[in-house]
């Protein structure tokens, strides 16, 4: 059974920083790509940033590349999101999600609030 639990969000001020986790269990960590997703209120789910399976590549979302980080532990089933000089439009659920065995499988997500 693939489970992803997200953590990290919470309320921050914009220019402010936060680090999103997500574990995951049931699948084969270390062989699988992980991503970030995102889905503001009334928006479409927004890709965020992409880690190989090793971690020896990412990729970020244009809007976000040189304020978000992804990073990887594959010792503890772990990928993890950066963020960092945050906006508001920044204000999202965030979900990492992977494909296992053919099915796209996300977590339940963390809301991130960037407000003064």
């Known amino acids: 059974q693939v489970q992803l639990v997200e953590s990290g969000g919470g309320l921050v001020q914009p220019g402010g920083s936060l680090r999103l986790s997500c574990a995951a269990s049931?699948?084969?960590?270390?062989?699988?790509?992980m991503k970030w997703y995102r889905q503001a209120p009334g928006k479409e789910r927004e890709w965020v940033a992409t880690?190989?399976?090793?971690?020896?590549?990412?990729n970020i979302a244009n809007s976000m590349k040189g304020r978000f980080t992804i990073s990887r532990d594959n010792t503890k089933n772990t990928v993890s999101l950066q963020m960092s000089s945050l906006k508001p439009e920044d204000t999202a659920v965030y979900y990492c999600?992977?494909?296992?065995?053919?099915?796209?499988?996300w977590g339940q997500g963390t809301q991130v609030t960037v407000s003064s």
């Open positions: 999600t992977v494909n296992w065995r053919a099915t796209n499988y």
């Open positions: 049931g699948v084969t960590f270390s062989n699988e790509h």
């Open positions: 880690i190989t399976s090793t971690g020896s590549s990412t």
